[in-house]
């Protein structure tokens, strides 16, 4: 089936300790996204992607990494810098950036500091 | 800045009513408005869209939204409510001006409660 794999669903952290987030898509889509979900603040936007080895920073970049290497994948590393990385993560990817394109979920991943 | 309200936190509905879940935005430019929903634990799945045309616009599980240009408002609607319609709903602005072009502003989330 067509879809955005997201791995591990569940992701625990111990301080100081870098995890990375895993997602791979097979929807042959060329923008990919990261969402960060706290609860009562809605989705903001970490990184995104809109092409094969570039990525932006979005709005609360900082204590993140990205890597854009192959079309299908798009992993998110938290690394120690982040102070408060307890939190629901989703990946999401589009066909283009054009604004008219609708942007697709996985079905995230829970990261917990321990 | 381009930006989605959602004014209630909550909305309680019986099964069989019709529901509404509010959403207003303000955008520079054509609006690019969406809907989503999320069940617990689970990813955000899309509902529908506003792109350009009609402004009353269909999507998925008998959704239906009515795009309101003078009152800047995208609300969602279905005419009978059902309990598994239960979830937590999200608006969307498509960012057309921002340095992130092409990204999802999102409202806070309104969580929809449907009694039986």
């Known amino acids: 089936d067509g879809g955005i794999t997201q791995s591990p669903k569940y992701l625990f952290r111990k301080e100081g300790q870098n995890v990375t987030l895993s997602c791979e898509q097979n929807?042959?889509?060329?923008?990919m996204y990261w969402y960060r979900q706290d609860p009562g603040q809605g989705l903001r936007l970490i990184y995104y992607s809109q092409i094969v080895n570039d990525f932006q920073k979005g709005d609360i970049a900082e204590g993140y990494s990205v890597s854009r290497e192959k079309k299908e994948s798009f992993p998110l590393t938290v690394t120690s810098a982040q102070k408060n990385p307890t939190a629901f993560y989703l990946c999401a990817s589009s066909s283009s950036s054009g604004v008219g394109n609708t942007i697709y979920f996985g079905e995230g991943s829970w990261l917990t500091v321990v | 800045a381009q930006s989605v309200a959602q004014p209630e936190d909550q909305v309680n509905v019986a099964e069989g009513n019709p529901l509404t879940v509010k959403c207003t935005y303000s955008?520079?430019?054509?609006?690019?408005l969406f809907w989503y929903v999320q069940y617990p634990n689970r990813g955000l799945q899309f509902l529908l869209k506003?792109?350009?045309?009609?402004?009353l616009v269909k999507g998925s599980y008998g959704f239906e939204a009515e795009f309101n240009k003078s009152q800047t408002s995208f609300h969602l609607k279905k005419p009978s409510a059902l309990v598994s319609d239960s979830a937590l709903y999200f608006c969307a602005v498509r960012d057309n001006y921002g340095g992130s072009q092409g990204n999802l502003i999102f409202g806070k989330g309104t969580k929809l409660s449907v009694k039986p």
């Open positions: 506003y792109i350009t045309g009609d402004n």
């Open positions: 929807l042959n889509h060329d923008a």
């Open positions: 955008v520079s430019g054509n609006p690019y």
